[in-house]
């Protein structure tokens, strides 16, 4: 079965500055890469995804990059703010299955 | 109008006790799942349902069961609760079940004790 690796585990950067959480994947099937943002309490929802044919997507302040090649994907957050703290997680799914593999989390403090 | 609502948003309950947790979408998607999040924030799938046909089941204890009365429900009754069943219990769903956005519920908080 698929398997999620999600680097890293904790993020401390300051306010402006940009942060990276990087993923890789091991099922070659899998084919849709989505990335959720989780406050404390809250529920996972859904901020930035790519499919496979294609290589970045850009909104705003997020970007996801994907490298099939080397089955990983990464977020990027420019400028990032306060309200950017949070657990990311990414995750990945093959078609076939539906099943969305999730990594094991980012923790990202935004110190102001 | 939330989309995807369950209940009971928290449960505190004795080890042995049997407990069931209700969702509901109202976002007419075909596809509902379950997942458990640990104290560590992990994230795993238990169970997943298309128009009410079970098409995932994660190497979940058959303590677990879900039972879905239409597509538009999905619950998760366990029995004899042990205490590693304390967790965060998230429903979510999807159009359909190639894949897609999932959204999820706003969560139960699950307490044995």
């Known amino acids: 079965g698929e398997n999620v690796e999600q680097h890293p585990s904790t993020l401390s950067v300051q306010e402006g500055d940009s942060a990276v959480i990087k993923c890789t994947y091991s099922d070659s099937a899998s084919n849709y890469f989505p990335w959720y943002k989780q406050e404390l309490g809250k529920r996972p929802q859904l901020i930035i995804d790519?499919?496979?044919?294609?290589g970045e997507k850009k909104d705003q302040r997020i970007a996801v990059t994907l490298n099939k090649t080397a089955k990983h994907f990464s977020l990027h957050i420019t400028e990032t703010q306060p309200e950017d703290s949070a657990v990311y997680f990414c995750?990945?799914?093959?078609?076939?299955?539906?099943?969305?593999?999730f990594g094991g989390g980012t923790r990202l403090m935004v110190k102001p | 109008d939330t989309a995807v609502s369950q209940t009971p948003k928290y449960l505190v309950t004795q080890m042995g006790n049997d407990k069931s947790i209700k969702c509901e979408q109202n976002l007419g998607h075909d596809t509902m799942y379950w997942y458990k999040q640990d104290s560590k924030k992990f994230l795993k799938i238990m169970f997943s349902?298309?128009?009410?046909?079970?098409?995932i089941n994660e190497t979940v204890p058959n303590r677990f069961s879900p039972k879905s009365p239409d597509k538009a429900h999905l619950n998760l009754h366990i029995n004899s609760l042990e205490l590693g069943d304390s967790a965060v219990y998230f429903c979510?769903?999807?159009?359909?079940?190639?894949?897609?956005?999932?959204?999820f519920g706003a969560g139960t908080r699950l307490s044995v004790l």
């Open positions: 979510a769903s999807s159009p359909t079940r190639e894949g897609g956005i999932q959204y």
């Open positions: 790519i499919r496979s044919n294609v």
């Open positions: 349902y298309n128009n009410k046909e079970l098409i």
């Open positions: 995750a990945a799914m093959a078609n076939a299955g539906n099943m969305l593999t």
